[in-house]
RNA sequence: GGCCCCGUCGUCUAGUGGCCUAGGACUCUGGCUUCUCAAGCCAGCUACGAGGGUUCGAAUCCCUUCGGGGCUGCCA
């Protein structure tokens, strides 16, 4: 390497507060935070807030919620400060307003009069003309004359940039070299007539205020790199000073349209109350447009850091799949310590009411996990699977309902009991050898049909955790009742 | 319309001129195992969008074409 004393690195994840922090914004966050963390630099969380008709402090809170739910932790920004605060930007109105000024100034910038709808009326000729619709430079060199009588009509002014003739070339980390010739994009407006910075602004302005050293973000804005790199210009950034950009990859929906909340499930909020895993969350989208390189797929925290680089970003879209975050999800699962699934499982619990809590729960449900452990793939799935030791008394599904109600499996359910009662060491052995003598052997009959009836019986439905071991632990009183009142 | 980006199994991907009769994972199908459901194991289906080049040789390089997406705002 050439450049020994390099910059440290500096990533940002700035997502605008638009409503819940969602499965692409969050892939976007997870790529920076791999990136700073991988590289040893800094992780820098920006709110770009700079439309104020959007209230923000709770969305702020939620964010910061998520992030932290996930694991994903920042260097400089809300809650932890930093040196190149403040990090909402709108907290930061002033230093878009000098830079505006200074731009207007120098000239690299100019009052533009046109009101919202001339505007409109000229893109709607420009279209009609078959011409490229933007603006038409119409105020780029007003006289003084012209400037007082839009005053006196009571116009406010816009700050537009004024582009150069020329050509912006630059080299996304993810694309390589991309050009875009300047008469493809007209001169661009940088603060409102109320004085509000637009976003290529404070974004531009932020970014290289906050020393940003690499710019990861969606390729949707792709297009307006050039105006970024237009505002550096006029702020007298030295090229070998601007950010690197790395445009990511979209993540989209299971039709071909971006994943929005109209195309699948998008918040993250909505994961975590399925019961997802974080580390499960950020392994799924760590594998959308990016590779380890290997074949390894179950990846952790530790290994992502460890082995993610730009160069390994892909740069086609992918699309989300459910059924992968569920195997992903299922994997993570089955590989907890039983405290740590307790943990993470009692929640979802005790918020559906399916236990309140009390000690002597809680430890059964402890000892009730590892049968249970490889046959959930979401957290949420512990509350119909383990109900059934917590409720007085069963509800038959339709079908099952009827199936115990026929004459084999009452003989069955009878059988069953008959053998039972003599058991008072009630461990699934013994439950199970008395069981296979009565039913199998006695009744002769097939595994399957033998206990099928009981399982229906006891947990309510034809498909359950393992019978005995479930037998075991909703103890002998409440089999034996069970049995029982199955019986007609 | 213009500009820009993208194009390997259904999906996520490996692949950077020969190791590719294209590998892995998820899904799906069949089987084994089995007290149900899972889990696990085994097997199978299925892909380089198309057409031209370059080359001894192309999924990999070039061109064209088709398809998808983004941008084209006083949204971000």
Not at 207 to 222: A, Y
Not at 259 to 284: D, H, M, Q, T
Not at 335 to 362: C, H, W
Request: charged share 25%; with cysteine; proline share 5%.
């Amino acid at each position: 390497m050439a450049d020994l004393a390099k910059r440290e690195i500096r990533t940002r994840f700035a997502p605008s507060p638009t409503g819940d922090l969602h499965v692409g914004n969050i892939r976007t966050a997870l790529f920076d935070w791999a990136y700073a963390r991988h590289t040893g630099g800094k992780l820098i969380f920006r709110i770009e807030d700079t439309d104020r008709e959007r209230v923000t402090d709770e969305y702020i809170a939620r964010a910061i919620d998520t992030l932290k739910w996930l694991g994903l932790n920042w260097d400089e920004g809300p809650e932890v400060g930093g040196s190149y605060g403040p990090y909402l930007q709108s907290q930061r109105l002033e230093i878009y307003s000098e830079w505006a000024n200074t731009f207007l100034k120098n000239g690299d910038a100019y009052n533009c009069y046109c009101s919202t709808e001339e505007l409109e009326a000229r893109r709607e000729a420009q279209r009609q003309a078959n011409q490229a619709p933007g603006y038409d430079g119409k105020c780029r060199s007003l006289t003084g004359e012209e400037i007082s009588r839009y005053q006196a009509e009571g116009r406010k002014p816009v700050i537009r940039m004024r582009m150069p003739d020329g050509e912006t070339r630059f080299t996304d980390l993810i694309r390589g070299e991309v050009v875009f010739e300047h008469k493809y994009v007209p001169d661009f407006v940088l603060m409102r007539a109320d004085g509000s910075p637009l976003y290529t602004l404070a974004v531009a302005v932020d970014d290289v205020l906050m020393k940003v050293t690499h710019v990861l973000r969606g390729e949707d804005l792709l297009s307006s790199t050039p105006r970024q790199i237009r505002v550096y210009q006029a702020m007298g950034v030295a090229p070998s000073d601007y950010p690197e950009f790395a445009h990511l990859p979209f993540v989209m929906g299971t039709d071909n349209a971006k994943l929005s909340k109209r195309n699948g499930e998008v918040s993250i909020a909505w994961y975590r109350e399925e019961g997802f895993l974080p580390e499960a969350i950020c392994n799924y989208l760590a594998l959308l447009g990016w590779s380890p390189g290997d074949d390894r797929e179950n990846i952790t925290m530790e290994e992502l850091v460890q082995l993610f680089t730009i160069e390994r970003v892909n740069s086609s879209p992918a699309r989300f799949d459910m059924k992968k975050l569920e195997a992903i999800n299922g994997d993570k699962i089955r590989a907890l310590s039983i405290e740590d699934f307790l943990e993470r499982a009692l929640p979802f619990l005790i918020t559906s009411k399916a236990i309140t809590g009390s000690d002597a729960q809680v430890s059964l449900v402890k000892k009730a996990l590892p049968i249970i452990q490889e046959r959930i793939v979401r957290l949420k799935e512990v509350i119909p699977m383990l109900s059934f030791l917590f409720v007085d008394q069963v509800e038959f599904d339709a079908n099952s309902g009827a199936k115990i109600g026929e004459a084999d499996a009452q003989k069955v359910v009878a059988a069953a009991l008959e053998s039972l009662e003599p058991v008072s060491d009630w461990s699934h052995t013994h439950i199970e050898t008395a069981l296979r003598n009565s039913l199998i052997d006695g009744l002769g009959l097939k595994p399957r049909n033998a206990f099928g009836p009981v399982r229906i019986a006891i947990t309510g439905s034809h498909i359950s955790p393992p019978l005995f071991e479930s037998m075991e632990l909703l103890g002998r009183e409440r089999c034996l009742s069970r049995l029982k009142s199955a019986i007609r």
